[in-house]
């Protein structure tokens, strides 16, 4: 174990001659989850549009139907902002805009007379989601005035025949409309169809926080990294005859290579440590799941710098080495999670990257960080990635002992 150390010492003091190394390794991950809480902030992020409202009646029912748009959620998704017709249609030309609405001249009055009228709605092909809930609001709206004309469809027009209605008819239109509320309240009070839902799985649902997203996801692509900077100094020592002279000695390839996870071990505290300090603050992770993050982020980048050194060691030269650790890298980055998070993937495309070593590791950080993950499920994926690590420790051995140091 003394030569562990030694070999741990070594390898430290040897990142020490290179400070603009260590301050890419360690500066990344703090200064990419830096980034994403100045872009995305520290809430959820929910989809909204701009709709433009071209409203040339000017009348009662034409400002009922742009109130009806600030209501509800439907006010949270679309902003309205009142233009003309030229400067709308200009607008969402240019992408200014996730819908247009015009309301011609004389759409109350129809309304209230129970003619036809039409609106024109003219959505932008650039953008998928906001149109379609312009679309589907104004299709809502056009069938909610369709039943109330239905209902009451002949008083709303004596009402507004253009002439002031007698005291007579005020009356038997408010006993009118007294009694259709009496029916449709047979319906709803008490009602006579009930509603029950159970929520079965709550993944995916709502907003997504992308900083939360986010973070794992960057800090395990720092990791991917270091694990392969870290690597590629095996061929480093056997150019230099160490690898060689170690096997004349006493001491135990094993050894060796402990030290050299230890040394990474030490490079990951420091990473890990100030990118989840960092997310403790925006995303008010406990002292516990800290802890966690950052212990679980040191045994994953101890289990991947191991995968790609099995590599780097099998390689017949080193340049073959830097390429196929480099082909290995980014297929798993991309898949992984470590490019983008599984909550902003394709779903069939998240499934298969949640079978791989790091997207194991991204998913189960996310958990931690969400304060969801128990100490059952991160001791599964821990057992996991340490079987994985073992299998690929014992390769390495092999393989330095049988010929690679030569």
């Given at each position: ?123 932008n092909p650039t953008q998928n989601i906001l149109p379609q809930i312009a679309e589907q609001s104004v299709s809502i709206l056009v069938e909610a005035v369709f039943y109330v004309q239905t209902l009451a469809g002949d008083r709303i027009s004596a009402l507004a025949s253009g002439t002031a ?237 049988r010929g690679f140091a030569l």
């Amino acid at each position: 174990m003394r030569f562990a150390w030694a070999c741990t010492l070594k390898d430290l003091r040897r990142l020490r001659r290179d400070p603009i190394a260590m301050a890419i390794w360690l500066g990344l991950p703090i200064l990419i989850c830096v980034l994403l809480v100045l872009i995305f902030g520290r809430g959820s992020v929910a989809p909204q549009g701009k709709l433009l409202l071209a409203d040339e009646d000017s009348s009662f029912v034409s400002s009922l139907l742009a109130g009806a748009f600030s209501q509800g959620p439907r006010g949270e998704m679309l902003v309205v902002e009142k233009v003309s017709r030229q400067d709308g249609r200009a607008r969402i030309n240019r992408g200014d805009g996730s819908a247009l609405l015009v309301v011609p001249k004389g759409f109350g009055n129809a309304v209230l007379k129970g003619e036809a009228s039409q609106l024109k709605l003219v959505t932008n092909p650039t953008q998928n989601i906001l149109p379609q809930i312009a679309e589907q609001s104004v299709s809502i709206l056009v069938e909610a005035v369709f039943y109330v004309q239905t209902l009451a469809g002949d008083r709303i027009s004596a009402l507004a025949s253009g002439t002031a209605p007698a005291d007579q008819q005020v009356a038997e239109a408010s006993i009118e409309f007294n009694r259709l509320a009496t029916r449709v309240s047979g319906f709803l009070d008490p009602r006579r169809i009930d509603l029950e839902t159970e929520v079965v799985e709550t993944k995916g649902a709502g907003s997504v926080n992308l900083t939360a997203a986010f973070i794992p996801s960057m800090l395990f692509l720092s990791v991917l990294f270091l694990a392969m900077g870290f690597s590629g100094d095996v061929w480093k020592e056997r150019r230099q005859a160490v690898l060689r002279r170690l096997l004349v000695t006493p001491a135990r390839v094993e050894s060796f290579l402990i030290g050299r996870v230890l040394s990474l071990a030490a490079v990951l505290l420091l990473a890990a440590g100030g990118a989840v300090l960092i997310a403790r603050a925006v995303l008010t992770v406990s002292v516990t799941s800290a802890i966690a993050a950052v212990a679980f982020t040191i045994l994953s980048g101890v289990c991947l710098y191991l995968i790609l050194q099995l590599v780097v060691v099998y390689a017949p030269s080193e340049r073959a080495a830097n390429i196929l650790s480099n082909l290995l890298l980014f297929p798993l980055a991309m898949l992984g999670g470590s490019f983008a998070p599984f909550e902003v993937m394709p779903q069939w495309l998240a499934s298969i990257g949640r079978l791989t070593p790091n997207g194991w590791a991204v998913a189960e950080l996310g958990e931690i960080l969400a304060g969801k993950s128990g100490p059952l499920e991160a001791g599964v994926v821990s057992l996991r990635l340490l079987a994985l690590a073992a299998v690929a420790f014992d390769l390495i051995v092999r393989r330095l002992r049988r010929g690679f140091a030569l």
